[in-house]
């Protein structure tokens, strides 16, 4: 395994995080805003024709960045981008509170981080890389005051599933790290936390 830098995406490293995310904005012109806008703004981004096709999408996050919201961490290799893990205060991302699978349990629970998406490109999966973000997430959440860290992975039961079904983790990968996944009390869907800090 390779061991990577990993770094704040801040507004000097925006040049970095759209050559990494490419034409196609990572997921299907999602530029990883999917979690931070409702839905009928990210859908009417994705639907547009070429070349708008995801154009705001990609906006919303270079407004985030520029403006130093740290939208997540830039894993670089050699100096050149190589892997992408979002992670931020929970009421950063509108749509986990308009989720029925995912809306938080007590919304007003104080110093919630939740990490939401990874994405590495295809040479760059199944290497560790994906560890290795998670990790710099949990102390990057901690640094930043966290005190607890929310994910939302797939149950793939051990077996391997499709990337583009698993960006946000699985439950074996935080499990390993040292969270709890439990499912949510409406969806059943897991949801893995870590406390940070004690009270």
């Known amino acids: 395994m390779t061991i990577v830098a990993i770094e704040p995406a801040t507004p000097d490293r925006w040049p970095d995080l759209e050559r990494l995310f ?7 012109h999602c530029w990883c805003v999917y979690f931070r806008r409702r839905a009928k703004d990210f859908t009417a981004s994705i639907s547009c024709a070429p070349p708008e096709r995801g154009a705001t999408n990609r906006e ?34 509108i749509r986990l509170s308009r989720s029925r699978s995912l809306r938080p349990v007590d919304p007003n629970e104080p110093g919630v981080w939740s990490l939401v998406c990874f994405w590495l490109p295809p040479r760059r999966r199944r290497k560790g890389l994906g560890s290795q973000l998670l990790d710099a997430a949990i102390e ?3 640094a930043k005051g966290g005190r607890v860290l929310e994910a939302y992975p797939v149950d793939t039961a051990g077996g391997r599933a499709p990337s583009a079904e698993v960006y946000t983790g699985t439950v ?23 406390t940070l800090k004690d009270d």
């Open 60 to 93: 919303a996050l270079r407004r985030i960045t520029l403006d130093g919201a740290v939208p997540g961490l830039i894993a670089y290799d050699g100096g050149e981008p190589c892997g992408w893990v979002s992670v931020a205060p929970r009421e950063d991302f």
């Open 140 to 142: 990057h959440a901690r």
């Open 22 to 28: 490419g034409p196609t904005g990572a997921y299907g």
């Open 172 to 194: 074996r990968m935080f499990q390993k790290a040292g969270f709890t996944c439990a499912p949510h009390p409406v969806s059943e869907r897991p949801i893995a936390r870590l």
